[in-house]
Structures are given as structure tokens and as C-alpha cells.
């Protein structure tokens, strides 16, 4: 199986790296977080109480979630579309809002159960070679631990907290949203402790995971250390970075 899993906390640089990652090498880039992100959104959209787990449950098993790759003509930085039905929720679910009520949602069993379902069937399915495609990069917080557990290369990335907050904040500046920088550090310090404290599927580096420090070191660097190890484990060779 040719299949990379990069776990970690938010805005630890997994979408970024695994992005670039996959690019290199040819391989499906798929970001399993969002479609948790998806249903924080669509609970908010329909006004559902994001504590009520039954509510919150089904919704997540009547969303039809779309990963598409992005249209050729769109220049607006996605590294993928994210369509809940026909809507277009690519950005709307990085908001402050969704940010702040996607791990309470994520940590729901019923939700959980659903969307891995789902995400392990894809990484599998990829990572065997589907629609001709070399494997795949998989990002999340259990990618490693519960969706692909045989990936043959586990990468876990962390950062300190007040830096994983800058970098959202600065997200959210670049692409002229309204940040507050304290509420989004709040924001990511309970949802860290969230993460790592639910009962199914806790935020945690698999046993044979390599852990990189992304703090200190550039994008690139980072890409091309977890590239040296994807050559090591898989025999894969990447491409240039200007191909």
C-alpha cells in the first residue's frame, strides 16, 4: 500500500505539507478534517444545538460531503472544494464559528463512527492504486491510529500552541476574514484539550509514528523530510519542486 498518514493538532501544518507532499509525489491529497469541519458547519447553518450528539449524529449521516479537486480556473488558494450538497463551504468551514465547535462534534461516537466509515474506504481504496493514482496522502488527527493504521509511513506534526494560533490568525487576515487572535487561541487550546481527551479516537502520535517539530523550520524543509522518509518506506521517488 502507498499510503502516507499525517496526523496532529490544528494549524500544526499538516494540510499545507501533506499538500505539497502528495504533489511531489503524485499522490491523492485527501484532508479528512474537513468533512468533520462540514458538519460543524451545516449544524450551524440549520441551528442545531451542537451538545445534542443524537442531533448532531444524524445530521452527520444525511450530509452528502463532496472532496473535489479544485477547478483549474480558481486561483483563490484552496487545496481542494468542499461541497455540502451544492453548496460551496470551502472557506466557510474555517471560520471562527466552525472552529469553535468542531471538536465538540468530532468527539460525538455516532459521528465519528460514520466519517471514518467513509475515510477508510477512500485511503484504502487510493492507496491501493484506484483510479490510477500512485497512493495517497492522508491528513487528520487519527489517520495513523484508527483510518489507516497499515500505512506503511506515519508522520505525527506539532507545534507550540501560541504558534499554531498565529499561524490561523494569519490565515484569516490573508484572506481578509476578522480575527481575533485570543478567542482563537482559547478556541485551539480547548479544542486541543478536546482532542486529546475523547473517549473515541484521542489526538495522539501513533507508536511508529515520526514526530517533526514544524515550528523553527520551513514548509519546505519540512516537505522534504517527510519526502527523504516516503523514499525510504515506499520506494517512491518524487518529482522537482518546480515540476
Given at each position: 500500500m502507498n499510503a502516507i498518514a499525517i496526523d496532529g493538532p490544528a494549524a500544526s501544518g499538516k494540510s499545507t505539507v501533506g499538500y505539497l507532499v502528495g504533489k511531489r509525489l503524485g499522490f491523492v491529497f485527501f484532508d479528512t478534517g474537513v468533512m468533520y469541519r462540514a458538519v460543524a458547519w451545516a449544524v450551524l447553518e440549520q441551528g442545531i444545538d451542537s451538545a445534542d450528539g443524537k442531533a448532531v449524529g444524524r445530521l452527520a449521516e444525511q450530509l452528502r460531503i463532496e472532496v473535489d479537486a479544485p477547478d483549474s480556473d480558481l486561483s483563490d488558494g484552496r487545496q481542494a472544494t468542499i461541497l455540502v450538497g451544492q453548496a460551496d463551504v470551502t472557506w466557510a468551514i474555517r471560520s471562527p464559528r466552525?472552529?469553535?465547535?468542531?471538536?465538540?462534534?468530532?468527539?460525538?461516537?455516532?459521528?465519528?463512527?460514520?466519517?471514518?466509515?467513509?475515510?477508510r474506504r477512500?485511503?484504502?481504496?487510493?492507496?491501493?492504486?484506484?483510479?490510477?493514482?500512485?497512493?495517497?496522502?492522508?491528513?487528520?488527527?487519527?489517520?495513523?491510529?484508527?483510518?489507516?493504521?497499515?500505512?506503511?509511513?506515519k508522520i505525527y506534526l506539532y507545534a507550540p500552541l501560541e504558534e499554531r494560533a498565529r499561524r490561523r490568525f494569519r490565515e484569516l487576515v490573508e484572506r481578509g476574514r476578522e480575527a481575533d487572535f485570543d478567542r482563537i487561541l482559547e478556541d485551539m487550546r480547548v479544542r486541543d484539550r478536546t482532542d486529546s481527551r475523547r473517549a473515541v479516537a484521542p489526538l495522539r502520535p501513533a507508536e511508529d509514528a515520526r514526530q517533526i517539530q514544524t515550528f523553527g523550520a520551513t514548509v519546505e524543509e519540512v516537505v522534504e523530510q517527510i519526502l527523504v522518509l516516503a523514499a525510504a518506506r515506499l520506494g517512491v521517488t518524487p518529482s522537482s519542486p518546480e515540476d
Open positions: 466552525v472552529d469553535s465547535i468542531v471538536s465538540e462534534v468530532a468527539a460525538y461516537a455516532q459521528v465519528r463512527r460514520e466519517l471514518t466509515r467513509k475515510q477512500i485511503g484504502l481504496a487510493y492507496g491501493s492504486g484506484a483510479a490510477g493514482k500512485a497512493g495517497v496522502v492522508m491528513v487528520g488527527r487519527d489517520v495513523g491510529t484508527v483510518l489507516l493504521p497499515e500505512a506503511p509511513l
